[in-house]
């Protein structure tokens, strides 16, 4: 009997941190979206705009993830940051 290993099972690698990707809930041409957008351009960081008002259910999937349909909504690591005020304190955190 062959045994699988934790990768083989499904189960992520030790040795990989787990960090979700940054996303940002916005919408392009907003000035709170792009102020949050220039924040983020500065820091250097990849991360993917995503337009809730681009699909029919675009704001319910915000809220779900986020518990607010008002962008912008930066998420990092499962946090989100909401508004420009809360965008700018992770940045003064960092």
């Given at each position: 009997m062959s045994r699988l290993s934790s990768e083989e099972k499904g189960y992520p690698s030790k040795t990989l941190a787990l960090i979700m990707p940054v996303k940002l809930f916005?919408?392009?041409g907003e000035p709170?979206?792009?102020q949050?957008?220039?924040l983020i351009e500065q820091a250097e960081?990849?991360?993917e705009l995503i337009e809730p008002d681009e699909t029919m259910f675009g704001y319910?999937?915000?809220r779900a993830v986020t518990g607010t349909k008002r962008p912008p909504v930066l998420t990092v690591n499962g946090r989100a940051y909401r508004g420009l005020?809360?965008?700018q304190q992770f940045f003064a955190s960092r």
């Open positions: 916005g919408v392009r709170t979206t792009e949050v957008v220039n960081m990849d991360y319910e999937v915000m005020e809360g965008v």
